[in-house]
């Protein structure tokens, strides 16, 4: 049997109307590039003729049973025969017949292909205001300063990888964020991404799109928070640390006045608070950052590079014991004084008090969180 270069991957749900057609156009596309090709139609539990309809025009039909975007098109793309997979939709709203440009940039040496509909033109009709001027570019934008990747279009259908890219990328997730995932991967392996223009045109089905705005709109958001520790914690975590240290420094020596305004025991108290919740948002981070070590091996950042080169067990415990004791010695002197006068008034003790205790609490933090970040750090990869 002649081997495939190309193999074509259309998920389809419930697509009778539109699936032929984008069969019929991607085996033409074979013909005019020149290239064996197969195409292959993952039916995700259609009710109507999609899988008939595709095998008739020639598709090779397979089934997912896990609803979603993300878990159809896997599944179509581990049964893959092609060296080169092309995936887009089965709803004719991607040119099947205009896939020459994503095969021939694969050819050209990049793992991975995403088309650009803002380049390549949007038809009227083709994609709701909403998501054109306001959805697409906004996620598509917090992709690219989350993951430091240059996508114009994150959620672009239709891409070209290689198998072997496919499999070094080792997606995950089963809906619309599959779109997302896979940039976020691709850039954290190290693989090399281009992209080209291309036309989207009104899907022809006659039906609302499976695409639901705010669901996955979400999913997208969610997946990119969910891996981008330095946004979601470190940056936020350091904010609420810094201001909670400062505001407590500030009164270490007792209240102060600014500008008429007395800022007593409140205000301690507002800075204690805000310094544990950011060191134990930063602590997150941190622990976010050595699973992501784990995953991702190509991943680099000096944070990780020094955890996982010099971090041990024992250095987190002193770390943290030292900084309880720093507290506790303050805490012992303001004992001592207190037993010494027990008749002075608290409010001259209680701001340095304040400040000890929050010392005291980071540092048991740091001490609890030690044994966690040590098991991820030093436990091997499953791969
Ligand atoms: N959303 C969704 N799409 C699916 C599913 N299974 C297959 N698909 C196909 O994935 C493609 C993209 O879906 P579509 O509704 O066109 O989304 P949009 O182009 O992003 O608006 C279409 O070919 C669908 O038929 C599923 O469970 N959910
Ligand atoms: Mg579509």
Known sequence: MESVLVTAVIPCLDEERTVG??????????????VAGEVVVVDNGSTDGTARVAAERGARVIHESVKGYG????????????????MGDGDDSYDWSAIGPFVQKIQEGFDLVIGNRFKGGILPGAMPPLHRYLGNPVLSAITRL?????????????????????????????????AT?????????????????????????GRPPHLRTFRDGWRHLRFILTHAPDYLYLGPGALLL?????????????????????????????????????????????????????????????????????????IGLIAGALMMLAGLVVDGAILAERLANPGAPMESTVHLAFFASTIVGLGLNVLFSSFLLAMVIHTRADD
């Open 21 to 34: 057609a984008c069969v019929g156009k991607a085996l033409e596309s074979f013909k005019a590039l020149g």
């Open 146 to 178: 989350a993951f430091g990747v240059k996508v114009g279009d994150v959620h672009c259908g239709m891409r070209a990888f290689t198998r072997e890219a496919f499999a070094r990328m080792r997606m995950g997730t089963p809906g619309m964020e599959f």
């Open 242 to 314: 810094g201001s909670g240290l400062l505001l407590q420094l500030l009164l270490v020596r007792g209240p102060v006045e600014l500008g008429g305004m007395y800022f007593g025991s409140h205000f301690l108290a507002l800075g204690a608070l805000l310094a544990l919740v950011g060191f134990n948002v930063i602590n997150l981070g941190v622990l976010a950052k050595a699973v992501m070590a784990r995953r991702y091996p190509a991943l680099s950042s000096r944070m990780l590079d020094l955890l996982t080169g010099r971090y041990t067990l024992e």
């Open 181 to 205: 995932e896979m940039v976020a991967n691709a850039a954290h392996h190290g693989l090399r991404i281009a992209e080209v223009p291309t036309r989207l045109y009104p899907d022809k089905r």
């Open 71 to 86: 878990a159809a098109l896997r599944t179509g793309i581990e049964s893959a025969r092609g060296q080169i997979i092309v």
